[in-house]
């Protein structure tokens, strides 16, 4: 099966069990925007939870904050969202469709590095087991030939968009005969800025003064509250800022389901340190936040570091973690080291303070920051898609499993009666009782047993615990576990201990140094 293939099973598979649902269906949807069902909503809540332990509850330097969506519109312009934050964009004027045209152009390179592979997959199978893949690749005349055009294409685009050259741009979209995926033509516009934020008006004023913006990101509510929260918590350099919450981008090419929404949500800290230290820090955060990745155990090679060359004028060092999607490794957080850039825009258009006095030093300035940044969207969608499995079983038949870390897991144990009589169900209902207030259960009594297994595998329930008749007489169960379908006879006394093993988040947090 392809990884395209796959990738439109997962899809249906969050519809089908309740994760993942596109908003305002039955009015046909609304184009990158979409709605989290009720395994969703856990599953979501789950890693909500392990990233904001990990910060706020590891560290005992940082602190978790909740700021609105709407602020006041200068601090957009003071982060140059109003002046900056835009996409350039082309329309095709057949179609009337538009795109953004350095994704067209990124796609034109993707594809000239398919046909790289798909050359040197040739070569493998030609060469069988005397194939030298570096000597193929620095010698086939195919792949010379794409891997130019390819890197020419590349430096084009790149000093286009630094200088936003939007004539080379477009130039470069004609040479590369790039043409609208509807309409086949070439028959495109210039290009314009688009800027990506929504807006929307203040209570009673009709005019320009009322406008205001849904944020684009989380991290200015950070900033705007650094001295609220510096001097209320008594807080010393170097201190994080932790924050999880909406963000709204009008996204023009919004596509792969929720890697690019309209409204997400982001996952945010910023860590204030003492100016010339800011190196130091993000090293750290780079290194930190990638252990809290892997920890997953989706396996460590999904994972890469991507660092910027063309860093932002205020940034002094950037680097993505990129995870190993089934479209391809893709940006899943940034780590940022911003200088002092934010808070020394915000004192400025301001005209307020925002200054740290250092006892050692016997100075005020303004902090350095390290941000990290994370989609929470994005991490579900790695978490699901390394979760997603296929499996053919001995028995000749298949199942769909979610093998989720059992903390992330929605639902963490199922409680099911063999059969709905005898008092099954009662003592069923028992141990649920007992186990509810800790762990999010599911009770199940429709359908054959092993029609019910599938169902919880489907879902990713890392344990299923069936009440037989034998369980009456001696206050036994059979623990079933997800990933290998072994079952052991369990006393029932000693079910909220061993789940607690397997589910706690506390395991969990306990893998971070
Ligand atoms: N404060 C920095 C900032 O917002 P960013 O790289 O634009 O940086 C950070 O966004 C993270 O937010 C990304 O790594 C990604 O995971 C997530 N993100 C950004 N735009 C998104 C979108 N349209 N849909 C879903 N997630 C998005």
Same mark, same amino acid.
């Given at each position: 099966?392809?990884?395209?293939?796959?990738? %439109?099973?997962?899809?249906?598979?969050?519809?089908?069990?309740?994760?993942?649902?596109?908003?305002?269906?039955?009015?046909?949807?609304?184009?990158?925007?979409?709605? =989290?069902?009720?395994?969703?909503?856990?599953?979501?809540?789950?890693?909500?939870?392990?990233?904001?332990?990990?910060?706020?509850?590891?560290?005992?330097?940082?602190?978790?904050?909740?700021?609105?969506?709407?602020?006041?519109?200068?601090?957009?312009?003071?982060?140059?969202?109003?002046?900056?934050?835009?996409?350039?964009?082309?329309?095709?004027?057949?179609?009337?469709?538009?795109?953004?045209?350095?994704?067209?152009?990124?796609?034109?390179?993707?594809?000239?590095?398919?046909?790289?592979?798909?050359?040197?997959?040739?070569? +493998?199978?030609?060469?069988?087991?005397?194939?030298?893949?570096?000597?193929?690749?620095?010698?086939?005349?195919?792949?010379?030939?794409?891997?130019?055009?390819?890197?020419?294409?590349?430096?084009?685009?790149?000093?286009?968009?630094?200088?936003?050259?939007?004539?080379?741009?477009?130039?470069?979209?004609?040479?590369?005969?790039?043409?609208?995926?509807?309409?086949?033509?070439?028959?495109?516009?210039?290009?314009?800025?688009?800027?990506?934020?929504?807006?929307?008006?203040?209570?009673?004023?009709?005019?320009?003064?009322?406008?205001?913006?849904? +944020?684009?990101?989380?991290?200015?509510?950070?900033?705007?509250?650094?001295?609220?929260?510096? %001097?209320?918590?008594?807080?010393?350099?170097?201190?994080?800022?932790?924050?999880?919450?909406?963000?709204?981008?009008?996204?023009?090419?919004?596509?792969?389901?929720?890697?690019?929404? +309209?409204?997400?949500?982001?996952?945010?800290?910023?860590?204030?340190?003492?100016?010339?230290?800011?190196?130091?820090?993000?090293?750290?955060?780079?290194?930190? +936040?990638?252990?809290?990745?892997?920890?997953?155990?989706?396996?460590?090679?999904?994972?890469?570091?991507?660092?910027?060359?063309?860093?932002?004028?205020?940034?002094?060092?950037?680097?993505?973690? !990129?995870?190993?999607?089934?479209?391809?490794? %893709?940006?899943?957080?940034?780590?940022?080291?911003?200088?002092?850039?934010?808070?020394?825009?915000?004192?400025?258009?301001?005209?307020? /303070?925002?200054?740290?006095?250092?006892?050692?030093?016997?100075?005020?300035?303004?902090? =350095?920051?390290?941000?990290?940044?994370?989609?929470?969207?994005?991490?579900?969608?790695?978490?699901?898609?390394?979760?997603?499995?296929?499996?053919?079983?001995?028995?000749? !038949?298949?199942?769909?499993?979610?093998?989720?870390?059992?903390?992330?897991?929605?639902?963490?144990?199922?409680?099911?009666?063999?059969?709905?009589?005898?008092?099954?169900?009662?003592?069923?209902? /028992?141990?649920?009782?007992?186990?509810?207030?800790?762990?999010?259960?599911?009770?199940?009594?429709?359908?054959?047993?092993? /029609?019910?297994?599938?169902?919880?595998?489907?879902?990713?329930?890392?344990?299923?615990?069936?009440?037989?008749?034998?369980?009456?007489?001696?206050?036994?169960?059979?623990?079933?576990?997800?990933?290998?379908?072994?079952?052991?006879?369990?006393?029932?006394?000693?079910?909220?201990?061993?789940?607690?093993?397997?589910?706690?988040?506390? =395991?969990?947090?306990?893998?971070?140094?």
């Amino acid at each position: 099966m392809t990884q395209d293939e796959l990738f %439109k099973n997962l899809i249906a598979h969050t519809k089908e069990y309740g994760f993942i649902f596109p908003s305002s269906e039955i009015y046909d949807g609304l184009s990158a925007v979409y709605d =989290y069902g009720q395994m969703g909503s856990e599953l979501k809540n789950n890693i909500k939870k392990y990233w904001w332990e990990a910060m706020v509850r590891l560290h005992e330097n940082i602190v978790g904050i909740d700021s609105a969506i709407f602020m006041h519109p200068k601090i957009w312009e003071a982060s140059g969202h109003v002046g900056a934050f835009n996409d350039p964009l082309i329309d095709n004027k057949d179609s009337k469709k538009r795109y953004r045209a350095d994704v067209l152009l990124e796609d034109y390179i993707a594809k000239l590095e398919e046909k790289i592979e798909k050359e040197v997959e040739k070569g +493998r199978r030609k060469f069988g087991e005397s194939f030298d893949e570096e000597q193929f690749r620095a010698t086939n005349p195919n792949v010379q030939r794409n891997l130019a055009k390819l890197n020419s294409v590349k430096e084009k685009m790149v000093a286009a968009l630094k200088s936003n050259d939007f004539t080379a741009l477009r130039q470069l979209i004609l040479d590369c005969d790039i043409v609208c995926p509807v309409s086949g033509t070439k028959n495109w516009t210039e290009i314009r800025q688009f800027n990506l934020m929504f807006s929307t008006q203040l209570g009673n004023t009709s005019d320009e003064t009322g406008i205001i913006y849904l +944020r684009p990101e989380t991290a200015q509510g950070i900033f705007v509250n650094f001295l609220n929260v510096q %001097k209320t918590g008594r807080m010393k350099l170097p201190f994080g800022i932790a924050q999880i919450g909406k963000a709204f981008r009008n996204e023009i090419v919004a596509r792969q389901f929720i890697f690019r929404m +309209r409204e997400f949500e982001q996952m945010e800290m910023q860590f204030f340190v003492k100016p010339g230290t800011e190196l130091e820090w993000f090293a750290k955060w780079k290194q930190i +936040r990638l252990e809290w990745h892997k920890a997953l155990g989706m396996g460590d090679e999904k994972y890469r570091y991507h660092d910027h060359d063309k860093l932002a004028h205020y940034a002094n060092a950037a680097t993505d973690i !990129e995870f190993d999607f089934p479209f391809g490794f %893709k940006e899943l957080e940034g780590i940022h080291s911003r200088t002092n850039f934010d808070l020394g825009r915000h004192q400025e258009f301001s005209g307020k /303070k925002l200054q740290y006095f250092d006892p050692e030093l016997n100075e005020s300035y303004v902090p =350095y920051v390290i941000e990290t940044s994370i989609g929470l969207d994005r991490t579900v969608l790695a978490v699901l898609s390394g979760a997603y499995k296929e499996e053919q079983l001995e028995n000749g !038949e298949s199942r769909v499993v979610l093998k989720f870390h059992p903390a992330l897991a929605p639902v963490k144990v199922a409680v099911l009666p063999l059969i709905k009589k005898d008092g099954l169900p009662e003592l069923a209902q /028992k141990v649920m009782d007992n186990l509810k207030y800790d762990f999010n259960c599911q009770y199940d009594e429709k359908d054959s047993i092993g /029609k019910r297994y599938r169902r919880q595998d489907a879902i990713g329930t890392p344990l299923c615990v069936t009440v037989d008749h034998q369980s009456l007489e001696d206050n036994a169960v059979t623990l079933r576990d997800r990933d290998t379908m072994q079952q052991e006879r369990v006393s029932i006394d000693a079910l909220p201990e061993i789940v607690d093993k397997k589910v706690n988040i506390k =395991y969990l947090l306990k893998k971070l140094s």
